[in-house]
T-cell receptor, first 114, second 116 residues
């Protein structure tokens, strides 16, 4: 079974631009979570989608948004990029199995804002 | 709000020795999960071990075991017979239990170095 796919793996943007990151979860998984990882703040939860609906949201400004498609693929968008948005963005594919939640992480997208 | 604290930014261990990574957390909930994740230099986050708060028995996965002290809100990871492949960043994480709770709250991580 294929793992979690994130594209692109690396991205360089300039301040003020916008960016879209993509995540394809494991086949059959209907929930996707997004996290931002930075050296200063560590790993922070952005949001979670299930069946095209946002179920949970972290404490990030409105410049960060996401969506999920009917095939469970998810995208996150960051508008008006700031230098502080430089980070590794991780996607997790979530599954409830036997009452226990399992989360499988993708390799991440490394975003650099210049 | 729940918080997770890892007080050891870096740890080192000799190959074949045992090392313990510390984690404390704060929550007012009684039912939750605790996790240890490993992030090797390749960056893919991997689940090492999970503990359900309602279980008194400490979880064990091969060379990895935890010491879960619910009253003290402590959740340490013991790695026995350390191997070079164990070198990685280790994150302690918390989530509420329940089917739709996928939000993980992470600690800042502990960088583990394994010396040959």
């Amino acid at each position: 079974k294929a793992g979690v796919t994130q594209t692109p793996r690396y991205l360089i943007k300039t301040r003020g631009q916008q960016v879209t990151l993509s995540c394809s979860p494991i086949s059959g998984h209907r929930s996707v979570s997004w996290y931002q990882q930075t050296p200063g703040q560590g790993l922070q939860f952005l949001f979670e989608y299930f069946s095209e609906t946002q179920r949970n949201k972290g404490n990030f400004p409105g410049r960060f948004s996401g969506r999920q498609f009917s095939n469970s693929r998810s995208e996150m968008n960051v508008s008006t990029l700031e230098l502080g948005d430089s980070a590794l963005y991780l996607c997790a594919s979530n599954l409830l199995l036997g009452g226990l939640s399992e989360q499988f992480f993708g390799p991440g997208t490394r975003l650099t804002v210049l | 709000a729940q918080t997770v604290t890892q007080s050891q930014p870096e740890m080192s261990v000799q190959e074949a020795e045992t090392v313990t990574l510390s984690c404390t957390y704060d929550t007012s909930e009684s039912d939750y999960y605790l996790f240890w994740y490993k992030q090797p230099p390749s960056r893919q986050m991997i689940l090492v071990i999970r503990q359900e708060a309602y279980k008194q028995q400490n979880a064990t996965e091969n060379r990895f075991s935890v010491n879960f002290q619910k009253a003290a809100k402590s959740f340490s990871l013991k790695i026995s017979d350390s191997q070079l492949g164990d070198a990685a960043m280790y994150f302690c994480a918390y989530s509420l239990s329940g089917g739709s709770n996928y939000k993980l709250t992470f600690g800042k991580g502990t960088l583990l170095t394994v010396n040959p």
